[in-house]
């Protein structure tokens, strides 16, 4: 049986204007990399929503048959706004030290300014008549810094920290106050180095990000209309890259993930602390291919496949033992044509074997079927 039939109005609007300085410059031995810049973002979202006063009709999903139609005719109503302005400058300095040795200093400062409007008169969406205003002005510092070492042309080592910030826009709390944003931080280690006359690569890296201020339904509010944003997630894990031209007119790449992500801290369901992440598999691989011919009758034809992997997925938060989704595979290829340097045609195809790879984000959804997509590109 499916609950009352809705219909729903939005609208999205966003704008974002940005000024920015690069400059060169240098100070006795230090050669500076610098940009400054001002940024003004300006989002809004707007709904109204018409919920029928009945509930559909029992469905037999083998033999459906399917209501003529809805009548939204006396129907319970309920609607709200919500707007959010960042008004930001931001800054970098790459500083070359020597011929081996550089750093990275930067930061952002965001003045963010939130509203959320919620009407609902009728209790249409929160199962409770409600009316509510949050709104806030506070300001967010995200720094960054970083530092590489070049021992030679081949060989990278590099450490890097950053703070990144990502409002709670449409998020909807019962205090009075804008929720605070989402703020990520991250930290990073990794070596590069090049090989084969610098036609091949190899990459590692390792991360840590915690992730504060999460947006998770109010166990106050069964209707899930609300939030409260008090939770956090942690994440940490090693990425290795491997790519090049192995052959002439062979390009591979090679990437492997190693992932752990769980809710490291939830007051309001403190069940779910320690849980994985839904759409965080522990493992991650891809594999790619690409011959392009560059001479003989088949010049400018370009040939390449792919195949992606990625192990079993939770289905539940909090997780359920021995319940998960079975691992993702897509198989892929593509095939692209170079008339002349201006003119080119793509063909590419993904998940040729049709896998099912479903995902959860507390609900079961089906992947994305085969599909082949075909573009003509010009560049003048």
């Excluded at 709200?80 to 790459?94: E, F, K, T």
């Excluded at 084969?196 to 947006?215: H, P, Q, W, Y």
């Excluded at 598999?281 to 001479?295: G, I, L, M, Q």
Aim: hydrophobic share 35%.
């Amino acid at each position: 049986v499916f609950g009352n039939p809705v219909r729903a109005r939005t609208a999205n609007r966003s704008f974002d204007a940005q000024l920015r300085l690069n400059g060169r410059f240098d100070t006795g031995t230090l050669a500076h990399n610098v940009f400054l810049g001002l940024e003004h973002w300006d989002f809004y979202f707007g709904y109204n929503n018409d919920v029928a006063r009945y509930e559909a009709a029992p469905l037999n999903i083998f033999a459906p048959v399917y209501s003529p139609g809805v009548s939204y005719a006396g129907a319970y109503w309920s609607n709200g706004v919500a707007r959010a302005i960042s008004r930001s400058v931001y800054g970098q300095d790459l500083i070359d030290l020597s011929e081996n040795w550089r750093i990275l200093i930067g930061g952002r400062y965001d003045l963010l300014a939130q509203r959320e409007r919620v009407f609902d008169p009728l209790g249409a969406l929160t199962g409770e008549p409600t009316s509510s205003l949050s709104k806030g002005v506070k300001g967010y510092i995200s720094p960054r810094a970083g530092i590489l070492f070049r021992p030679n042309e081949e060989t990278q080592f590099f450490a890097a920290y950053g703070k990144s910030l990502i409002p709670n826009t449409g998020v909807r709390v019962q205090s009075g106050e804008a929720p605070p944003p989402q703020q990520d931080t991250q930290y990073e280690l990794g070596l590069r180095r090049e090989f084969l006359d610098r036609k091949m690569s190899f990459e590692v890296g390792l991360f840590d990000i915690t992730r504060d201020n999460v947006a998770i339904p109010n166990p106050a509010n069964p209707s899930g209309f609300y939030s409260v944003v008090t939770g956090q997630q942690h994440s940490h894990g090693v990425e290795v890259n491997l790519g090049g031209e192995i052959l002439p007119n062979l390009k591979i790449n090679a990437a492997a993930t190693f992932l752990h992500a769980l809710v490291s801290k939830d007051d309001n369901i403190p069940s779910q602390q320690g849980s994985d992440l839904l759409g965080a598999p522990r493992r991650v691989y891809n594999f790619s291919a690409n011959y392009t011919f560059d001479s003989g009758d088949l010049k400018g034809l370009e040939l390449g496949a792919s195949y992606y992997y990625a192990s079993r997925l939770e289905a539940t938060l909090p997780n359920t033992y021995g319940f998960t989704l079975a691992p993702q595979q897509m198989l892929g290829a593509s095939l692209a044509y170079s008339f002349n340097d201006n003119l080119k045609f793509e063909l590419n195809a993904a998940n040729l074997t049709n896998q099912s790879n479903w995902t959860s984000n507390g609900a079961l959804y089906h992947g994305e079927p085969t599909t082949v997509a075909a573009s003509l590109n010009y560049k003048y």
